[in-house]
């Protein structure tokens, strides 16, 4: 059995092995990238633990625009080699754009030092605040990206734990438990169940963080509302 984490390593190990069951855990959409067939009935040897539901792009504006309001403007960092990123440019970001009559410029990195260029372009257009797309490039250079957003002054929201320590808000799935539910797929499977047999599972725990140090920092007042439907304050 092979197990993955998100969606580059599962696209390899799909092109390496059509026979041996792999079990993949936060994948953004899994039927979109073309690992399973659907979520009920994966089909093949692949199924896993999505993070498709609840981290919509609408979710993160709506909760950027309780700290920052009238935000029109809200500038997106991606990894054009994330395949999720580029998945969601070419439909869920348009679409949002045009129903919440927002402009949402795109900004780009593949490396550790396009990181530090891509927030200055960022910043350059001068966008009310910024979101910070899910990847590994992301959370390895996590202390690197709070920086930037501390160094240019804009308010980011990001999607794992990991940037609620500097960063201003994290809203996302918990990504701690969609491992430890992975290990019911692999049980499962090792007792015989096959993986096309086993319904790709959403998110059931999602988490909202806020750190009230960064947003003074930034000149910001956390309304009471989301203070109240936060999971975690960071004072």
């Keep these: 059995m092979l197990i993955a984490a998100a969606p580059r390593a599962t696209a390899a190990l799909k092109s390496a092995t059509a026979t041996v069951p792999i079990v993949f855990v936060a994948v953004f959409d899994p039927v979109g990238l073309g690992f399973v067939q659907s979520l ?59 129903n919440l009559g927002v402009a949402l410029p795109i900004v780009e990195a593949t490396t550790a030092e396009e990181l530090d260029t891509a927030f200055a372009s960022a910043a350059a257009q ?80 999602y988490e909202l963080i806020v750190n009230v140090k960064t947003a003074k920092a930034l000149g910001l007042t956390v309304p009471p509302s989301l203070l109240v439907r936060a999971d975690e304050v960071i004072e």
């Design 126 to 205: 001068h966008p009310d605040a910024m979101i910070v797309f899910g990847d590994a490039l992301t959370v390895v250079q996590g202390p690197r990206v709070i920086a930037l957003a501390a160094k240019h002054r804009l308010p980011a929201i990001h999607i794992s734990r990991q940037f609620a320590n500097g960063g201003l808000v994290v809203y996302g799935p918990d990504i701690a438990d969609l491992f430890r539910r992975a290990g019911g797929y692999v049980d499962k499977i090792l007792k015989g169940t096959k993986p096309s047999d086993l319904p790709v599972e959403q998110p059931t725990k």
């Design 40 to 98: 009920p009935r994966p089909g093949g040897n692949i199924t896993g633990l999505a993070t498709s539901a609840g981290v919509a792009v609408a979710k993160q504006i709506e909760i950027l625009r309780e700290l920052v309001p009238g935000a029109s403007k809200i500038a997106i960092l991606v990894n054009p080699g994330n395949p999720m990123h580029m998945l969601m440019l070419a439909e869920e970001v348009p679409r949002t754009a045009r």
